[in-house]
């Protein structure tokens, strides 16, 4: 009996739970939910002044060449596919050169349960790199309090 070859994804389990902003306002982070069926499915959120201002819908599948690719559904914005181009232990850099910003998303596992998560790409001729610290939370401390 031949055994499944394990998913290209697998090497991201790592990035599967709840990460909270460690710049932004509770309520603030990424929630990416286990490899299932293929697919790891993620959303971001952004919270300013106790209102979420923007938000994001993500996946990471494998593509018909056997490679990872993050597709982003941002608010307010056209769905965009970047593919990975690193996959390390703990570290995974998506590109897309011909997106406008970002072209290129980085993930970085750090110790303590810590994510350097960044986009970064050039804007108006320049470099530039945005950078989204995050922590690993219970998935209740996303959700902050009600309002």
Request: hydrophobic share 40%; charged share 20%; glycine share 10%.
């Amino acid at each position: 009996m031949a055994h499944a070859q394990e998913s290209p994804l697998a090497t991201l389990a790592w990035l599967a739970g709840c990460w909270a902003s460690e710049t932004g306002e509770v309520g603030s982070g990424e929630h990416w939910l286990p490899l299932a069926g293929g697919t790891m499915l993620g959303v971001g959120r952004t919270v300013k002044n106790g209102k979420t201002v923007s938000h994001e819908f993500l996946q990471i599948r494998v593509n018909a060449e056997g490679k990872p690719v993050y597709i982003a559904i941002p608010s307010g914005q056209k769905e965009a596919s970047f593919v990975a181009i690193l996959v390390a232990d703990g570290a995974v850099t998506f590109e897309n050169l011909q997106h406008d910003f970002p072209q290129r998303i980085l993930y970085k596992a750090l110790p303590d349960n810590r994510l350097a998560a960044r986009i970064e790409g050039l804007r108006n001729g320049a470099l530039r790199g945005i950078d989204f610290p995050m922590k690993r939370v219970s998935c209740d401390a996303l959700v902050g309090k009600p309002s």
